[in-house]
């Protein structure tokens, strides 16, 4: 199972496990369930992207968030503020920009960030559809991807590289993610894990550096 939205609703859940039914988190977690989750590194991650931008010399930077009840994307923003923590840099509450379900309102949202003075000069996007969505009105208003704004964006996508400019991503490890979720899930079936055997695997993201955030082409 993989949490679809932040909702804090887990009672259901809670139901599936008193009804033994065998239970497998990957990648979006209920944290108050106890069962055994297969994640990425979240927070590593959050404060990975934040500080390349930082050493590509943004001075500040805007993290696009979604659901931000989920526990993945708390942990993104951690590292979003910690990494501008470390370095000095003042947390700007007006740069970490509560996205929404509605593409025509986050449209608006990420408008308003980016068409006013003082404009962010980097942008983490905590999702893939809000980094598309900040592509988007770069050019409807003219910006530059990477001169005039850097971008980092969580994503799988397998066109990252064809965009243009190319994106700079944090690309979570999806197959091995599914692969060590089925292997826990058959031991249970199989019955060589306990209940009580509850297990935590975390499997690192990568960061692959594109044009976005200035890298340059080869």
């Given at each position: 199972m993989s949490a679809s939205s932040g909702k804090k609703i887990t009672t259901h859940v809670g139901e599936l496990l008193s009804s033994k039914v065998p239970l497998v988190f990957f990648d979006?977690?209920?944290?108050?369930?106890?069962?055994?989750?297969?994640?990425t590194n979240d927070f590593e991650s959050g404060h990975r992207a934040t500080e390349l931008l930082i050493k590509k010399g943004c001075r500040t930077i805007a993290f696009?968030?979604?659901?931000?009840?989920?526990?993945i994307i708390?942990?993104?923003?951690?590292?979003y503020l910690r990494a501008l923590q470390d370095h000095g840099m003042k947390i700007e509450k007006e740069h970490i920009v509560s996205c929404t379900g509605q593409d025509a309102k986050n449209?608006?949202?990420?408008?308003?960030?980016?068409g006013r003075d003082g404009r962010p000069?980097?942008?983490?996007?905590?999702?893939?559809k809000l980094t598309m969505m900040s592509y988007t009105v770069c050019n409807e208003l003219g910006l530059r991807i990477p001169?005039?704004?850097?971008?980092?964006?969580?994503?799988?996508?397998?066109?990252?590289?064809?965009?243009n400019p190319s994106l700079t991503t944090i690309t979570q490890p999806a197959f091995e993610m599914g692969k060590a979720a089925a292997t826990i899930l058959f031991k249970i079936l199989n019955?060589?894990?306990?209940?009580?055997?509850?297990?935590?695997?975390?499997?690192?993201?990568t960061l692959y550096e594109r044009a976005?955030?200035?890298?340059?082409?080869?």
């Amino acid at each position: 199972m993989s949490a679809s939205s932040g909702k804090k609703i887990t009672t259901h859940v809670g139901e599936l496990l008193s009804s033994k039914v065998p239970l497998v988190f990957f990648d979006r977690a209920c944290e108050d369930i106890e069962a055994s989750k297969v994640l990425t590194n979240d927070f590593e991650s959050g404060h990975r992207a934040t500080e390349l931008l930082i050493k590509k010399g943004c001075r500040t930077i805007a993290f696009l968030q979604m659901s931000e009840n989920l526990y993945i994307i708390q942990e993104r923003l951690k590292g979003y503020l910690r990494a501008l923590q470390d370095h000095g840099m003042k947390i700007e509450k007006e740069h970490i920009v509560s996205c929404t379900g509605q593409d025509a309102k986050n449209h608006s949202l990420i408008k308003k960030l980016l068409g006013r003075d003082g404009r962010p000069q980097g942008i983490v996007g905590s999702t893939e559809k809000l980094t598309m969505m900040s592509y988007t009105v770069c050019n409807e208003l003219g910006l530059r991807i990477p001169a005039d704004v850097k971008v980092v964006g969580f994503s799988s996508m397998g066109i990252a590289s064809l965009l243009n400019p190319s994106l700079t991503t944090i690309t979570q490890p999806a197959f091995e993610m599914g692969k060590a979720a089925a292997t826990i899930l058959f031991k249970i079936l199989n019955g060589k894990k306990t209940d009580q055997q509850v297990e935590k695997i975390v499997i690192p993201s990568t960061l692959y550096e594109r044009a976005s955030t200035g890298e340059q082409p080869s």
